[in-house]
């Protein structure tokens, strides 16, 4: 079986790439590889969801599944105040990640080796950000629900996105029994952005 983006240490073999792309006016550069997701670009949904936030943030920011870093990294770049943890279980991701972290001359920035919030058990955040690793499957990502709800401290928001053919309807249903705000804060080409809050 093939190595996925959420393999925890990939062995398929190394295809390092780099592109430059602008995300909402300024120009990121990251270096992506083989096993992490969206290699070739950032995709529509994560850029969806970047151009929904209410940048810039304050205060602690996670960056939940970070992958080789489009988000965090975008964040932590209109967000000088905030302070930003970027987790994957993908360790191949996570050295990317740190990569594109100094390449982009982010510091606010700590990247961790996590699978969902096992290993960030002793902290909170304001801001808790992922396009959900989907293909790992409807019990991975509800789990990783359920942990940000316990990580999201006092007026924080959870946001997500995910495609209504990859489950938006019921991923929504999840949520809302979970939190007590949820809103589709943008609706885009089959793509559902999703905030939720306690």
């Given at each position: 079986m093939?190595?996925?983006?959420y393999?925890r ?6 295809d ?15 270096s ?16 969806l969801l ?27 770049s209109?967000?000088p ?6 987790a ?15 390449r982009?001359g ?24 992922t ?28 946001w ?7 489950g ?17 804060a943008?609706?885009?080409?089959g ?8």
């Open positions: 093939g190595d996925h983006y393999s240490n990939p062995i398929s073999e190394r390092k790439r780099e592109f430059s792309t602008d995300i909402r006016g300024r120009t990121l550069t990251f992506t590889d083989a096993s992490v997701f969206s290699k070739k670009g950032v995709d529509y949904g994560t850029r970047i151009e929904a936030l209410p940048l810039p943030l304050e205060g602690d920011v996670l960056d939940l599944g970070c992958g080789y870093g489009p988000i965090g990294i975008a964040v932590a209109w967000s105040r905030s302070r930003v943890v970027m994957d279980v993908n360790r191949r991701a996570l050295e990317l990640c740190r990569h594109n972290a100094k982009n982010v510091e606010q920035v700590t990247v961790l080796e996590s699978d969902g919030l096992s290993a960030l058990k002793h902290l909170s955040f304001d801001w808790v950000l396009n959900p690793p989907i293909r790992a499957g409807k019990r991975v990502v509800y789990r990783l629900f359920e942990e940000t709800r316990t990580h999201l401290r006092e007026n924080g928001q959870f997500l996105v995910i495609q209504k053919k990859q938006a309807p019921s991923a929504i249903k999840k949520l809302q029994s979970l939190f007590s705000d949820v809103t589709v943008v609706r885009s080409k793509y559902a952005v999703i905030r939720c809050r306690n």
